[in-house]
């Protein structure tokens, strides 16, 4: 596959590529371009020339685009759900589920942006404005570069790609290394739905290049950036020379705490499906299980039985639950982290052992004190049991991290449901589910070290758009 720059594809200017290989089976998906600076600078500058005139496109026009997008993509479905599960180990049911999901993005992002109002400031507020006339409109910010992790590459986009695009501002993606095809296949139907070659581009190669380049160019005006905490910070502090809107969702270790009053057949369901869930590679899964030492011996023995009978196999089946890693090294570091988590005084009760690129479920009982218990964030199915007695002290091991995405709780009182969602701190608090929660609409994303902006239906549009003010002089006069 090539590169999509100015509507064309193009390999990178040095000729470089490297390989997408499938993590299942270690056959080669796609071969991509390698890209550098020059040619990322290329689809900066054509971006910047481009976007004025889509955002002077009507609204009603790039709507009509964006819906025949939606269109083409149902029509495609099958083909790149296909792509996603050979290029990354995803399940083929999720991969399907996730281009519903983006359809649904690519939906409600035009119907919000549709309402996406300004403000009228109360008339003769003050006497220096007396019979003025003084409201806002609402603009886009210019290019944004949109750089998307592995292990969602078409619900992240979706919720990266569709504000930007129906607001009238440029975007240039940057797909993560070890899934790019599926970027360029549904960048490749933006085009043919009528986006302009200039107004969505997709650059490839390796992310710190990306990186290097974006802290230079003065041609970027945005970076919506999903992916690792440490990466966030570098961008923040690259995109300080030009101002850009840097809005970043990152890590989270998010602790899940059950009390002893839950109902546990739920409890184990919860745990196990939002932890197993795309091989536990997802931002917002429960990391940490955080258990009233009254019910830990139990809810240990059931959660082994849940995951003896969890169903691990080729991402392609249908009947597969969980598939594998997104690649053989992905696992291997995953090991090193469970032998990490041992060396401090983990005890391994279950699991512990990687075939390939597939690691089975885990689970290892630990002291708070344990990093996986802090900020040890690990993408894989690992499950780090932490017992405590009383509710300060589940409050007090749930805050001990310096990420704070999601969080869930699990209890039959709602008052101490409650409590608890007051007193956390994360971007989300799931009662009587797992952390592992986004609807579409919420503004999602984190506290502290898991990000800045939300992204959701209520939120991303504010965040790439910019509020500018109108004033009438003496129209009342
Ligand atoms: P990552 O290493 O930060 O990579 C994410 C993306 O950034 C990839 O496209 C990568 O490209 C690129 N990248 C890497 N280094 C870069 C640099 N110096 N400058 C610019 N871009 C760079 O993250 P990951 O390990 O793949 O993804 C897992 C992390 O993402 C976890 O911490 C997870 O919790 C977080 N995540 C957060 C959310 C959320 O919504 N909050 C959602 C999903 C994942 P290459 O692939 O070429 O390196």
Known sequence: MQMLIGGKHVDAKSKRTFDNVNPFNGEIVCTVPSGNSEDFEEAARIAKAAQPVWAGTPFYKRADIIRRFIGLVRENL????????????????????????????????????????GNTVP????????????????????VFAAITPFNFPIELYAHKVAPVLITGNAVIIKPASDTPCAALMLTEL????????????VITGSGREVGAWLAETNNVDGVSFTGSTKVGIELMRGGAHNLQHVFLELGGNDPHVFFEDCDMDLAVAEAIGGRCYNAGQTCCANKRF???NSIKKEFIERLIEAAKNYKIGDPSDPETAMGCLVSVKAAEAVMDEIQSVIDQGGKLL???????????????????????AKDLEIFGPVFPIIGFDTFEEAV??????????????????????????????????????????????????????????????????????????????????
């Open 350 to 372: 279950y699991g512990g052992k990687r075939n390939g690129a597939f690691v089975d479920p885990t689970i290892i009982e630990v002291t708070k004190e344990n990093d996986v």
């Open 78 to 117: 099958e083909k790149i759900a296909k792509v996603v599960t050979a290029e990354g180990g995803k399940t083929i049911t999720d991969a399907r589920g996730e281009l519903e999901c983006l359809c649904m993005v690519f939906e409600s992002f035009i119907e919000a942006a549709r309402h996406l109002y």
């Open 290 to 292: 955080i258990v009233q």
């Open 190 to 201: 933006l085009l043919e739905a009528g986006v302009p070659g200039g107004i969505a581009q």
């Open 396 to 477: 007090e091991i749930a805050n001990q991290t310096s990420y704070g995405l999601a969080s869930a709780v699990m209890t039959n009182d709602i008052n101490k449901a409650m409590k608890f969602a007051t007193a956390v701190q994360a971007g989300t608090c799931v009662i009587n589910g797992s952390g592992n929660y986004r609807s579409v609409h919420q503004p999602f994303g984190g506290y502290k070290h898991s990000g800045i902006g939300r992204e959701g239906t209520s939120h991303t549009l504010y965040e790439v758009t910019q509020e500018k003010t109108i004033a009438i002089r003496n129209s009342l006069k």
């Open 123 to 142: 008339l003769n507020a003050e006497a220096r404005t007396e019979g003025d006339i003084i409201f806002t409109v609402r603009e886009p910010i210019g």
